[in-house]
């Protein structure tokens, strides 16, 4: 990328209300059938053109063909029944009814490869894919088959491996994996966690990201960064072992969160997509906050690898927010980009 400080989001972009139930997750899709297929196929152009239009420099299919961002690419998966149900606490955090691996998990057919595959004929942006991790995909399942939970995650870690050759094959610049469970099972994240993402980027050539985060804005989330007191230091257990991992880019939170920005220093020498858009908070930011963000950035990340991006999702918020926030996003990076040059 020659562009200094390229700008992206960090996934999802909230769906036209005609498509699904906006401001809700899992919301239930509005159509069937094949007009269902051709909806999900012009929301994810809208999301494209809406990128475009703020000026983000990589670009998202905005996530407008899943349902949710774990389960979507699980339904695809043979081994788990989604009948059989059971209620789990998701990130020790909040409990919800999730489906049920029976059998040995496999990858039966592509999952979102003629989805990349269509983004990728509508735009000659650089595209960046989300898939979940490895371990945040075990945290959102019953598990009565394996019974072991780095068991699961490197089976994931296969699968995963085969979705993303087939992206990249596809003309995916970046593959990005969502492990928001990387911020809370620390142990498990040393141990394996760390190791099966590896597992999933293996041979790729294209580059990779993981994401790892503070949640959506929903109230379980707001309610559990409301117990973490005044420094939010959980970055911490993790970015020494990523830093020596072999991933290329690291996808945090960073505005308007009690994030330490001195920890960004643990991952010196990886890319680092700075979020500097609030994504818990419908005010859109100014231009100016952004810019400040971004700044206090650039004292831990050199400016080649320093990637302004949105700390997390904006699948709940409502859209008109949502273009606003890539509108400021765009805007401060500019800022700053001058400031540099
Ligand atoms: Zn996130």
């Known amino acids: 990328m020659i562009k200094l400080l390229p700008t992206s989001t960090a996934g ?123 371990m945040t995909m075990i945290d959102t399942l019953y598990d009565a088959h394996y019974k072991s939970r780095e068991k699961l995650a490197w089976e994931f870690a296969r699968i995963l491996n085969e979705e993303a050759r087939e992206l990249e094959a596809a003309g995916v610049d970046i593959i990005q994996f969502d492990e928001p469970a990387f911020n809370v099972f620390f142990d498990e994240v040393n141990a394996w966690g760390v190791a099966t ?60 969160a009690n994030v330490p920005m001195e920890l960004i220093e643990l991952i010196r020498g990886k890319k680092v997509m700075v979020g500097a858009i609030d994504v818990a908070n419908p005010a859109i930011e100014t231009p100016e906050a952004v810019a400040d963000t971004l700044r206090k950035a650039l004292q831990f990340v050199d400016a080649d690898k320093l990637y302004p991006c949105t700390n997390c999702g904006m699948a709940p918020l409502p859209r008109g927010v949502a273009r606003g926030k890539l509108h400021a996003l765009s805007a401060g990076a500019r800022i700053v980009r001058e400031e540099l040059s």
Not at 39 to 52: F, I, N, S, V
Not at 63 to 75: K, S
Not at 103 to 123: M, N, S, W, Y
């Open 12 to 134: 999802s972009l909230p769906k036209p209300s005609w498509l699904a139930q906006p401001e809700t997750l899992w919301s239930p899709w509005k159509l069937q059938g094949e007009a269902l297929r051709e909806g999900k196929r012009d929301a994810l152009r809208l999301a494209l053109h809406e990128q475009q239009q703020a000026g983000i420099d990589i670009v998202s299919d905005g996530e407008q063909t899943r349902q949710h961002f774990v389960t979507t690419f699980i339904e695809h998966l043979s081994g788990v029944d989604f009948q059989k149900r059971q209620t789990v606490r998701i990130r020790d955090r909040y409990d919800a009814s999730v489906p049920t691996v029976v059998g040995a998990v496999a990858r039966q057919k592509p999952v979102f490869v003629e989805d990349a595959t269509f983004l990728r004929q509508h735009t000659s942006q650089p595209i960046k894919w989300a898939l979940p991790g490895p």
């Open 197 to 256: 993402l590896e597992r999933a980027i293996e041979g790729l050539k294209c580059e990779t990201a993981v994401h790892i985060c503070y949640g959506y804005g929903i109230k379980a989330n707001t309610d559990w960064k409301g117990t973490l007191g005044s420094q939010w230091r959980q970055y911490e257990q993790v970015f020494p072992r990523l830093q020596q991992s072999s991933i290329d880019i690291v996808s945090l939170e960073c505005h308007n």
